[in-house]
């Protein structure tokens, strides 16, 4: 119970947005900076670590992009939390494919994690991939961000509402060292930029991404500036109902969200119509919003997976097509996982986007 101190960092009160960013984050006892996460022996796996196909599909969709774009001579990819760098990896050994469009892309890792950072360059062995804490250095466009899982490990604020006042959830440790949930009156600055959101409205509860609302401005700036788009794929729901989604995952079980700190991941469920109501905010043109299943579908992984059985013995062609199964599913990723694409480019025809 006193490593429970820890993560308070000297605070005798904190919002659970700064708390949690203490458990994930913290350069010695965060959880994304002590241990790996992913895989079939860490706590979670990613659609990369499921199969190759999703990597490659995103690639894919990376090259129809730029040709959408009139093929320019500048064009900039930058994956959004990296992960292991299984993503990346695959990218780099599908670009080959496409020699016109691999002699001139950039690719730059975002990566808050030191501990992943090393994980990422010991996986991706290229010194043309650079890792950047900011996007100042991108100065010629046009540009794409990617996020697989990226804003659901960014720490959310939650609030509630009773009648007409705000207020918000923190967490403070008792004298036993137990931590205890508090509400107290919500700041003004919060409650006006709730207030803005239509989506929000008629909630009694709130889950607010203040957090990756910062890290989705400074992106969609960059974007203003140099033309492109940002995708992002992400489990979440389209319509908010008043519930906590914060959940705390170890060794692919659910784990009790104050137990196990800093050994047990820590997300909450991304409320993408809350998402689509940022960017339109900030100026963007928005495809639908779709499913993962759609998304790949769209972007032909069922063709490509027939093509790769057909080289395969069975055991293989099997294992290939389970792992489809889990992407695509209703039952494991399909439905849960959707796609959102937000955009500022003189074209509307975008891949995987009717």
């Known amino acids: 119970m006193k490593s429970n101190k820890l993560f308070f960092k000297n605070s005798k009160i904190l919002p659970i947005d700064k708390f949690f960013k203490n458990v994930l984050y913290d350069k010695k006892f965060g959880y994304y900076n002590s241990r790996i996460p992913f895989g079939e022996k860490g706590d979670f796996i990613t659609s990369p670590k499921i199969s190759n196909l999703f990597s490659e599909i995103i690639a894919i969709w990376i090259v129809a992009c730029w040709e959408s774009f009139g093929k320019p001579k500048n064009f900039n990819i930058i994956e959004l939390g990296p992960g292991d760098g299984s993503l990346t990896d695959v990218l780099i050994r599908s670009f080959k494919q496409f020699p016109e469009f691999n002699s001139i892309k950039k690719i730059f890792l975002y ?20 890792w950047i804490k900011n996007f100042n250095e991108i100065k010629k466009g046009p540009i794409i961000f990617f996020g697989n899982e990226f804003f659901d490990a960014i720490p959310i604020k939650q ?15 008792d004298n036993n060292y137990k931590i205890k949930e ?31 609302f910062q890290e989705l401005l400074k992106i ?42 800093g050994k047990a991941d820590v997300t909450a469920h991304v409320n993408f119509a809350l998402l689509n109501e940022f960017f339109i905010k900030n100026g963007f043109k928005i495809k639908n919003i779709i499913t993962q299943r759609q998304f790949l579908e ?11 059985a057909g080289k395969m013995k069975f055991s293989e062609q099997s294992d290939l097509y389970f792992r489809i199964q889990r992407l695509l599913s209703p039952r494991y990723m399909g439905e849960l996982f959707k796609v959102i694409l937000a955009y500022k480019f003189e074209t509307n025809k975008i891949a995987g986007f009717k």
Request: aromatic share 10%; glycine share 4%; hydrophobic share 30%.
């Open 111 to 130: 990566e808050e994690s030191n501990y992943l950072k090393k994980i990422q360059k010991r996986k991706i062995s290229n010194n043309k991939i650079k």
């Open 159 to 173: 609030f509630k509402r009773v009648k007409n006042s705000f207020y918000e959830k923190y967490y403070t440790l």
């Open 182 to 212: 508090i509400f107290k009156k919500a700041s003004n600055t919060d409650v006006k930029e709730i207030k803005s959101y239509k989506t929000l409205r008629n909630l009694n509860f709130i889950e607010f991404p203040k957090s990756g």
């Open 220 to 261: 969609s700036q960059k974007i203003s500036k140099l033309k492109g788009c940002i995708l992002m794929i992400d489990y979440g729901y389209f319509k908010p109902n008043n519930k906590n989604t914060l959940q705390s995952v170890m060794k692919h079980k659910k784990n009790n969200l104050l137990k196990n700190l």
């Open 298 to 308: 769209n972007m032909g992984i069922i063709e490509r997976a027939r093509i790769l």
